[in-house]
């Protein structure tokens, strides 16, 4: 069951990410431009920020189910 849920999380946010990437256009609208990304940068860092944020939310949405098999909460401390 515990499986199942993060399959569910890993659809959920990779099918995000990838409506953030078709509808790019439509999110910056909501979102208008970033400030930060327009004045330190140029004028199109705003798109590029809208899909590196699309994605990084498909890479972690992919490696969800994964994750904390990689990282166990339970494993013990290494000493030095």
């Not at 860092?45 to 590196?52: D, F």
């Not at 189910?65 to 494993?75: G, H, Q, R, Y």
Request: net charge positive; hydrophobic share 65%.
């Amino acid at each position: 069951m515990e499986f199942i849920v993060k399959i569910f999380y890993w659809a959920i946010f990779v099918w995000l990410g990838f409506l953030m990437l078709k509808y790019r256009r439509v999110v910056k609208s909501w979102t208008w431009n970033f400030v930060w990304a327009e004045r330190y940068l140029w004028n199109w860092w705003t798109n590029l920020v809208l899909v590196l944020l699309a994605l990084a939310l498909m890479f972690f949405g992919a490696m969800y189910p994964f994750w904390f098999e990689i990282f166990p909460a339970d494993a013990p401390t290494p000493t030095i």
